[in-house]
Nanobody, 116 residues
């Protein structure tokens, strides 16, 4: 129901930074819980960070202190600021939305590659 359009992925050196953006096309963005997930080659998709409509956040232990999730409800956009990137952060990153009715939507994914 909700279309998610991601941008900001790319190739970066270890220790560098990237900022991912996800624009949600649909109503109710301010209420939806938004999240970033990633899937590395040969591994399961995992939660990276999540932010509720009220602004509460949680992070995977592996990214705490390095990544920050935020949202701009006026722009229907969620961000993932990634600092101090490591090669193990290399993955396809997916934006996710969960609405009041339990419906979930996924973005197409954006590749993040961290070289060492």
């Amino acid at each position: 129901q909700v279309q998610l359009v991601e941008s900001g992925g790319g190739l970066v050196q270890a220790g560098g930074s990237l900022r991912l953006s996800c624009v949600a096309i649909g109503s109710g963005f301010s209420i939806n819980t938004m999240g970033w997930y990633r899937q590395a080659p040969g591994k399961q998709r995992e939660l990276v960070a999540r932010i509720t409509g009220g602004g509460s956040t949680n992070y995977a232990d592996s990214v705490k202190g390095r990544f920050t999730i935020s949202r701009d409800n006026a722009k229907n956009t969620v961000y993932l600021q990634m600092n101090s990137l490591k090669p193990e952060d290399t993955a396809v990153y997916y934006c996710n939305s969960l609405n009041f009715w339990g419906q979930t939507s996924w973005g197409q994914g954006t590749q993040v590659t961290v070289s060492s």
